[in-house]
């Protein structure tokens, strides 16, 4: 076999989340087994839903796990740019030779056309997909068009008849008719490829020899074989691992768990515990307290057919059960009391800075500030009742509140506190009493130290979470925001 070369393509579009960290995990493990090279991508075509800081902020959630990766945006590599939106000349190249092969086609319909389209397949009972409309454009209707600058995606051509059939790593022989697939769309009205195209042409320049990504691709799949044949390339071999699980089942999603990776640092997690739960779902046959290893004996243990394809539940108690026994035993005593030394230090000085003018004794401390150092606050519906807002207010407002947590840019105290401010609107109340319940859901009193400075202290992920228990607690929410495929889908990785 030729050299095994991984890679994980994560796009910057928010916090660093938990199921990056299991597919980095994972394709690290397969590299390290075979003496290959595993390497990142970043996946930032999508510049309508690129954060800032996120791309910084993969990087340091992966290496506060300890990952490493041989070539990548940071650390350079001689395939590089392994930023996606660097390498425009080069998709720009790759489409021409599409088009000039006959495997894709300007497309002209109009947002207005492709959703009429939909809505009579749909009513057939059909799955939408493209019908192939500007297909019969001839070569003159799609010079006058362009001509007359009507805007036009590239769409790549399906064949008609058979089916697409792979060996997957993971789930086996995979057949997907052709009928089933959508003619994707290549390159975007304006001149952005999407992902579809630019990660092929990535994978195959970047000499990346198998794919291990989530399951949520497999649809995609044969699209992406197909490109591979239109190039006359070869294509990588196909892992696709299935989607970590909520406890009920569903994929794992933020509104049901917590899922960004710094949550699980503030929440005094070890990163070698993480590393060592994520990792047991691709061990075999080991139980008790062979469960607990360090990655270098999972590295030498991992296997691929160990994961259960139904998905791997996400279970914190058993996150728990890991970080206990690290903690008891992988720890020497001087490292177990200076890691979680080194964890409040921080949080410590900081909050006895805000803590200054209220403190009398230093045995007012824990009173003060221990909320900042709890996991669980452990509220009740009753831990709310002293407030001026009753109980339907305190429902809306930390349900909007929870929702409004991401849309927060930099998550400091003055933007915050705008967020909150943000809120009279939708909910017809004054600042003042929106912030009631969110005091007691933040710092489990109705007063205590500044909200908004806690609230930057803490992080975004602690405060979405307890915002998330908090209205959790209150059976609300208002009706047309309730959607099936939400609660379904969850949000994408
Ligand atoms: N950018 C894609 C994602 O974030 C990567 C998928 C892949 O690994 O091919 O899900």
Redesign the pocket.
């Known amino acids: 076999m030729s050299q095994v070369r991984v890679r ?4 910057p579009t928010g916090e660093p989340h938990i199921g990056t960290a299991y597919t980095a995990l994972v394709n690290i493990a397969f590299a390290k087994q075979h003496g290959g090279q595993f390497i990142i991508r970043v ?1 930032d075509t999508d510049t309508s839903r690129t954060v800032a800081d996120a791309e910084a902020k993969i990087y340091e959630s992966l290496r506060w796990l300890g990952m490493e990766w041989a070539e990548g945006p940071d650390v350079g590599g001689p395939y590089g740019p392994y930023r996606q939106t660097e390498r425009r000349a080069i998709y720009d190249t790759h489409i021409a030779e599409l088009m000039g092969k006959g495997h894709a086609f300007k497309c002209f319909c109009t947002p207005e056309r492709l959703d009429t389209m939909r809505a009579l397949q749909r009513k057939k009972g059909q799955s939408p997909k493209y019908d192939g409309h500007c297909l019969k454009l001839t070569a003159d209707e799609v010079a006058a068009k362009e001509a007359a600058g009507e805007p036009h995606v590239i769409r790549m051509k399906i064949p008609t008849e058979g089916e697409c059939t792979w060996e997957d790593g993971v789930y086996g022989k995979v057949t997907i008719p052709w009928a089933d697939v959508d003619m994707q769309v290549l390159v975007k009205s304006d001149g952005m490829p999407t ?1 579809h195209l630019a ?1 092929m042409v990535d994978d195959h320049l970047m000499k990346i020899s198998h ?1 291990l ?2 399951e949520e ?1 497999i649809s995609s799949t044969p699209k992406h074989i197909k490109l591979f044949e239109y190039f006359g390339w070869d294509a990588p071999k196909y892992v696709h691992l299935p989607v970590l699980r909520n406890l009920d089942r569903t994929k794992l999603s933020k509104r049901k768990s917590p899922t960004s990776i710094s949550w699980f640092e503030r929440q005094g997690y070890l990163p070698e515990a993480v590393v060592n739960f994520l990792g047991n779902f691709y061990v075999k046959s080991v139980e008790g307290d062979e469960e607990v290893m360090d990655v270098a004996e999972f590295y030498k243990k991992f296997d691929l057919t160990a994961v259960s394809k139904a998905g791997p539940v996400f279970d914190l108690a058993k996150l728990d059960w890991f970080n206990g026994r690290w903690l008891r035993e992988k720890l020497s005593e001087d490292e177990y009391v200076a890691r979680v030394a080194g964890w409040a230090a921080h949080t410590v000085r900081e909050g006895l800075k805000m803590a200054r003018t209220r403190m009398v004794r230093f045995t007012d401390l824990p009173d003060w500030m221990g909320f900042l150092l709890k996991g669980d606050l452990k509220l009740t519906k009753e831990s709310f009742a002293g407030l001026k807002t009753d109980e339907a207010k305190n429902a809306a407002i930390l349900y909007h509140a929870h929702k409004a947590v991401d849309a927060i840019g930099a998550w400091e105290a003055p933007a915050i506190w705008d967020a909150i401010k943000g809120l009279e609107g939708t909910l017809g109340l004054k600042a003042r009493d929106i912030t009631g319940p969110l005091y007691v859901a933040i710092t489990g009193a109705a007063q205590g130290l500044p909200l908004t400075d806690s609230m930057a202290l803490m992080g975004r992920a602690m405060c979405r979470d307890r915002l998330r228990k908090a209205r959790d607690l209150f059976d609300w929410q208002p009706f047309e925001t309730k959607t099936k495929m939400e609660e379904e889908h969850g949000d994408n ?1």
């Open positions: 994980i393509a994560p796009s996946e992902y990660h794919v990504r989530g691709w990785a």
